[in-house]
């Protein structure tokens, strides 16, 4: 029942913005129900980060003050874009092989939903990516929410609050999960859609339209709560929606769009932040030197500039530097240095360090799919140049950019990133497939053996090395294969049925999260933190009260929180210093060094309303030194620490509250 009253407050305070962004959707949109749904899902996405940002920022999270921030942002872009609502573009009658395409999307999709809807994993996804919103909805406001060691409170902050989005107005994270699938729905949505404007034909806009969700590091980073596929999503839609309005001949409103969408990628992750600029610098560029476009490019100029400074404008307020603590050199010199080797300094081990096999890395096929597009589109582009479209002339600026930003990823990337750090530069190849599979055009006769060897390509992105993991994508897929054969006029609605089967179902799926929840901390940690996180759980439902942990450098701090509303985990300070801000301490090794007195450490716990301490004594964080201060204090009073879990590199403690009697 909880679950359903959550599901239900979340649809009423997004009916309004819904509302707006179909009627923006309405406007802009020019062809099927591709691209409808692309531009829908983009501006509703965009209207959850703005409202959420301004709650944030003026400490609007009351439930009833928040609806109102929600409603006001839905009824000011009904305003902008006029309230006449069209209905959705009809169905368009398709041949059998597309059909059968596109319920192979479908089941991707389906596929990537269930496994979001029952697992939440990822060490990021519990270090802060739920962590953070989730802090910022029970504290009240936007604020910076440090942890021992490391940086990421000073890290662009537009991921996480589209995460906190989907996590109001109680908090919960069950709906958290789907935010990446939706936003590569979006991406996959108007990467068709921008097939369709270069005349690919349907057949070639739902091969690229099934081909995100079925390249397997997109697919299963997708069903983590990270923000990679998120960043290549939007930069992907970004990079479409800039090329969509110049084919029109400057759409000043795609272009406000594009900017603002190419500002948030910036705003969400420093990959983003590497690769919206240069994309979008690029493209103003060409754009220039048109004189019809030049206005266009001065609408997403200052929109791009707008979405993407508000994320870099608290870390300049506080620090002087908004890329803190990324030093930029006499212009931003507050910083911090990291000594982390760039991966190309082990040439040998670079095969071995990407393509790495797992769910989560690059497997074989997608290695040479991927890596051999950029040579045949340059080659292509240069025996067709003078027969090709204007719209295939512009896929040249997001195919030499994704190839410019995966070498500067393979270059001054440091080795502890992993293969996902590639996902944004990935997705923006995608593009250049289009004049490809437009050269490519199937004589009628056979267009069924190319949607079979389109699945058994697909089925090798998605799952190769063949394990049991294969078996899941034919099952989702033997219903819509089914409609596919049954149906032939009404087969892109009966495609919505099993997606309305998908949201009848969820909350079993939700109940099936918390009863796997143990086993799921147990894959992301292991079973002393699983059981940690399960003492505070037991100890909220039996006191009825909200838990305060201070955390010493914990990874899995979300942990301690989700499904228990209220609960906090709080970094305090153990120095004299008296700060876990970097930027305030100015010399990080005065944020553990000199410690402060036993008393002075047990006051601030006291002063927190501290009830559990989590010690993570081996943590490699980046600043991480004399790791064993507040460790020494509570061992020296077991009559104010009693300890829970011990396992000599993670401790938990129960504080006796009512022990700790110290002078004012």
Known sequence: MYYLIVFVSFILYNAVPAVGAWCAASRMNRGGRTGFLAFFLTVWMLE??????????????????????????????????????????????????????????????????????????????????????????????????????????????????????????????????????????????????????????????????????????????????????????????????????????????????????????????????????????????????????RPYTLCIIPAALFAGGCAYLENFLRTGNPFYPVRFGAVFPQGIDFFRPPVISAWPQLWEFFVTGDSWGFNLPTVLLYGSLPAAFFLFFLLKRRRLHLCERLLLVPVCCGTVLFFVHLFFYPAIAQPRQFIPAVMLLTPGFIPLLRACKMPQRFRRLSVAAAFVVLLSLYAFPFTTKCLFLPLFFLPFLAGALLFRKRYADFVAVPVLVFLLLLPACFLLRIKLKSYTYEQVSDPVRSRAAQCVQDDFFSTGRPCRIASVALWNSYMFMEDQPGNLVLAISPSEKDTVHPHEAGDIRTLRNPPASCEVWLKRLRNAGITHLAIEVNAQHNYFENNRIELDYALAHPDVFEPVVNDESFYLFRVRREKMILPD
């Open 48 to 293: 959850g980060l703005a409202s959420f940002g301004i709650a944030a920022s003026f400490a609007l999270f009351d439930p009833s003050v928040y609806f109102l921030v929600s409603l006001g942002v839905g009824i000011a872009v009904c305003l902008l874009v006029g309230l006449r609502r069209k209905k959705i573009p009809s169905a368009e009658e398709y041949g059998l092989p597309v059909r059968v395409l596109l319920g192979l999307g479908a089941a991707l999709f389906l596929l990537i939903g269930f496994k979001c809807a029952i697992i939440h994993s990822g060490t990021d996804t519990f270090l802060y990516h739920l962590y953070f919103p989730a802090m910022w909805i029970r504290m009240g406001r936007l604020t910076p929410i440090a942890i021992h060691g490391l940086p990421c409170e000073y890290l662009p902050p537009y991921s996480e609050m589209l995460y906190g989005w989907l996590m109001m107005p109680t908090g919960t994270s069950f709906l958290a999960g789907f935010l990446q699938p939706l936003a590569l729905l979006g991406a996959a949505c108007a990467l068709a859609m921008l097939a369709g404007i270069c005349s690919c034909g349907p057949l070639g806009s739902m091969l690229l339209f099934t081909l995100l969700p079925g390249t397997g590091i997109l697919c299963e980073n997708a069903m983590l709560c990270y923000s990679d596929v998120l960043t290549g999503s939007f930069l992907l839609t970004g990079t479409v929606f800039l090329i969509t309005g110049a084919v029109r001949g400057g759409d000043k409103r795609l272009g406000i769009l594009a900017g603002l969408v190419m500002g948030c990628t910036a705003g969400m992750k420093y990959s983003g932040l590497l690769a919206a600029p240069l994309v979008t610098g690029v493209f103003c560029i060409v754009f220039l030197f048109r004189k019809k476009w």
